[in-house]
């Protein structure tokens, strides 16, 4: 039996033994892998969690009643799944309300309707809306090198998701800056609203909502997103001359309000206050049902945690889910989380974090901030998994936005990788349902959780 370091996954090689990469997979562990994908495609229930999730609260921005009933079902289900220690742990988050009705009205040179969605947390239109003439930007760059041609105007954003990265966050990485800072960066120009081009490659009149933030200072103007198809609509018009547009949003704020973070736990057989987390966030966008962001993540957690007692693993450390609240808004949960668990976290205890907040797609990697020989040092526990199609470890990231305040703590973290080509045809959107996941690569993505899970916690 090897001992752990308190607070450490550094590993036995670090005393002069042969490197684990070197060596071939332990059978036990080749044959827990086979087990847990086994049982996950014969018998599985992530997709019937996820669709129980979907049914009990197919909307559930923070703050809203589906937030609550989230959280209500997050808790029933946990018990129902013989977690222990399941708890809901209060934070306060953001009430913001999409409203009725979200418009965009061609006026000049002809009538077109454009489709748009408001962007979270932007502020409505005066009630009988807003009228302006277009212009148009590749990027926040040119943008602030516009002097005064924005004065007075709706500026529109037109910059594409770039196609080349093999890993679609990559490209949303390069872009997403366009949403999030959009507003602040059109108001310092003397604009009067902005619409951003949706986030994804595909051509298509989805508009894709998302956070945006005001920064100090600035005046808050509207925000919107435009379908990419609408984007090509306005831009082909804007070539040929002026465009007037009429843009009605009457989105609301509604301050803060009490939530929770849904928290259940495998005990650990032998240092039961060691922690490996596994995150995924309860809360989703409004326009769909938030299936793949996060329902999915939701399930791959859940459906992991029954997995492991379904093959009779009792893992050596704790195996804590949490089910984070507001990872789209404002990332009160897992700030909250941090804030709550100060202490345990100073003194060593989340030896590793794991999220999944990629889509229900089929696994294809572990992210892992780790680096050098404490990487290494795990490669040999993932060979059983790469072996069997569900996931290689590598190199980089903080595994995802809830557990990377985990990072001061020396926290190990890591991020569960789905194949990404299709997730941005969903995300934020109204077609984000349950229809869009398919029943088998949700439960290996479960799978290959749980396997991560369990090396990490006894090792
Ligand atoms: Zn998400």
Same mark, same amino acid.
């Given at each position: ?116 969605? %408001?962007?979270?947390?932007?502020? $409505?239109?005066?009630? @009988?809306?807003?009228? #302006?003439?277009?212009?148009? *930007? !590749? =990027? /926040? ?35 997403? %800056?366009?949403?999030?800072?959009? $507003?602040?960066?059109? @108001?310092?120009?003397? #604009?009067?609203?902005?619409? *951003? !081009? =949706? /986030? ?35 831009? %082909? ?223």
């Amino acid at each position: 039996v090897r001992r752990a370091v308190v607070g450490s996954l550094l590993p036995l090689a670090a005393c002069g033994a042969a490197p684990e990469a070197a060596r071939a997979p332990e059978p036990a562990l080749v044959q827990r892998a086979r087990d847990l994908q086994e049982r996950a495609l014969r018998d599985g229930r992530a997709y019937e969690l996820l669709s129980g999730l979907l049914a009990a609260a197919p909307s559930r921005l923070s703050g809203s009643p589906g937030a609550d009933a989230a959280v209500a079902w997050g808790l029933a289900t946990m018990r129902e799944l013989g977690l222990r220690n399941v708890r809901a742990e209060e934070v306060m988050v953001p009430k913001w309300v999409r409203g009725q009705r979200e418009l965009c009205s061609v006026l000049s040179p002809r009538s077109v309707e454009l489709s748009i969605c %408001a962007l979270g947390g932007s502020v $409505a239109t005066s009630p @009988a809306g807003l009228t #302006a003439e277009v212009l148009e *930007v !590749r =990027s /926040l760059e040119e943008l602030r090198t516009i002097g005064d041609a924005a004065q007075g105007r709706i500026v529109f954003v037109n910059r594409p998701m770039p196609r080349a990265f093999r890993r679609t966050f990559q490209a949303y990485g390069e872009t997403a %800056a366009i949403r999030t800072n959009g $507003a602040s960066e059109a @108001a310092a120009v003397g #604009a009067v609203a902005v619409l *951003v !081009r =949706s /986030l994804t490659t595909s051509i298509d009149d989805l508009p894709h909502t998302g956070a945006m933030l005001y920064r100090d200072g600035f005046r808050r103007i509207p925000a919107a997103a435009i379908s990419t198809q609408g984007a090509e609509t306005l831009s %082909a018009m804007l070539r040929e001359g002026p465009v007037r547009l009429h843009l009605w949003l009457d989105c609301q704020d509604h301050g803060e309000v009490p939530s929770a973070n849904v928290v259940g736990e495998l005990v650990g057989s032998e240092l039961p206050d060691e922690i490996v987390l596994l995150g995924a966030h309860l809360d989703a966008w409004d326009l769909g049902h938030g299936a793949h962001d996060d329902g999915a993540g939701c399930a791959h957690v859940l459906e992991a945690m029954r997995l492991l007692q379904a093959i009779g693993h009792r893992p050596r450390r704790t195996i804590r889910g949490v089910l984070f609240m507001n990872e789209e808004n404002g990332l009160r949960g897992a700030l909250g989380y941090a804030e709550r668990h100060r202490a345990a976290l100073e003194a060593g205890s989340h030896v590793a974090a794991i999220e999944t907040d990629a889509g229900g797609f089929a696994p294809e990697a572990f992210t892992c901030s780790l680096r050098g020989a404490e990487l290494e040092a795990l490669r040999g526990l993932f060979v059983p998994l790469s072996e069997l199609g569900m996931g290689t470890l590598v190199e980089g990231g903080a595994g995802g936005a809830d557990i990377a305040v985990l990072a001061p703590y020396g926290t190990a973290l890591f991020g569960l990788m789905v194949a990404s080509h299709r997730y941005f045809d969903y995300h934020h959107t109204a077609a984000d349902r349950l229809e869009a996941v398919n029943e088998r690569e949700l439960a290996l993505g479960a799978a290959a959780l749980a396997y991560a899970a369990s090396v990490l916690a006894d090792r």
